[in-house]
């Protein structure tokens, strides 16, 4: 799939936990195969809406494996690989070369945030590592790269063909990426939940990653922009924003609830610290924000 440019929602499972915490091996699989079956055009786990930081390495590489297999080259799977150190990104993104999978994803290590020539040697360094493509996620989250920086990446470093981009002005580094970058950048795709799918498609971008939870309903809207119906695809994605709007409070748990209201999984527990849980109010919100837009969630359990 390295050949074809990744284009479409790339949505992206949260990882499921049983109410002891323990991963939900029954739960990943459901979720994994909801992703596919809802219509999603690719599959990104683990990364931040999968609670990566709150995962052991063996429970990375279960996951690589379950979605490789799954997926079993119906959708692309590009997995999470930001680790601590860039010793331990690359050990991981060797395991999920191996495995099968078609790209990694991974942010500089930033238990302390990186420097500008730390940021480029490590996606230098894990570039050279791999034969499969790397995404640069470019984040807030320790050290957001302006384009400049990224496109210098991008044209020097072997195998760093894209770019999740998810900054505070992602559009036009966007678009100063693509302008500049010529054909060392395959493709930029966007984040923060979808909230700017229309803007980022008439910017040029190849895609979206975001949870999976809605998968079906971003999908189509995407769909309806590559087939051309610009207005129509603008129109539903409206009608989506105000739920869009409150996972960007509440996050995983959000995306959580959503699923279990979906019959996909069957707990809603969260394991990374420092959440901030919904009350009564938020989930009657949830419920009536779903139901304004059930028409558009094709998937049923």
């Known amino acids: 799939m390295a050949d074809k440019q990744f284009r479409g929602i790339f949505a992206i499972p949260p990882t499921p936990f049983n109410p002891d915490e323990t991963l939900d091996s029954k739960g990943l699989d459901s979720i994994l195969n909801f992703t596919v079956d809802a219509g999603a055009h690719g599959i990104v786990m683990p990364v931040m809406a999968s609670e990566y930081?709150?995962?052991d390495d063996g429970e990375r590489h279960v996951i690589a494996?379950?979605?490789v297999a799954i997926s079993n080259g119906r959708i692309p799977v590009v997995v999470g690989v930001t680790g601590v150190s860039t010793s331990h990104t690359i050990a991981l993104s060797r395991h999920a070369q191996d495995t099968g999978a078609?790209?990694?994803?991974?942010?500089?290590?930033?238990?302390?945030?990186?420097?500008r020539d730390e940021a480029i040697k490590f996606f230098d360094?894990?570039?050279r590592a791999l034969s499969i493509p790397v995404f640069i996620q470019n984040h807030n989250l320790g050290y957001g790269m302006d384009a400049e920086t990224l496109v210098k990446v991008m044209r020097n470093s072997p195998n760093v063909d894209y770019l999740k981009e998810e900054t505070t002005y992602a559009g036009q580094v966007t678009t100063q990426v693509i302008e500049n970058a010529g054909d060392a950048c395959k493709g930029v795709m966007g984040g923060t939940s979808g909230r700017w799918i229309p803007a980022e498609f008439n910017r040029g971008q190849c895609g979206n990653m975001p949870a999976s939870h809605m998968a079906d309903v971003l999908?189509?809207?995407w769909n309806k922009l590559e087939a051309g119906d610009l207005d129509g695809g603008r129109a539903d994605h409206n009608r989506v924003l105000p739920l869009i709007s409150f996972e960007n409070v509440y996050g995983v748990e959000a995306f959580k609830e959503v699923l279990v209201r979906r019959g996909v999984i069957e707990s809603a527990t969260v394991r990374s610290p420092g959440r901030h849980g919904m009350d009564r109010?938020?989930?009657k919100e949830l419920d009536r924000l779903l139901a304004a837009i059930s028409d558009l969630m094709t998937w049923r359990a």
């Open 53 to 55: 930081q709150a995962l």
């Open 65 to 67: 494996e379950r979605a």
């Open 102 to 115: 078609d790209a990694v994803i991974a942010m500089p290590p930033h238990g302390r945030a990186p420097s």
């Open 125 to 127: 360094d894990l570039g």
């Open 219 to 221: 999908s189509a809207i």
């Open 281 to 283: 109010h938020d989930l």
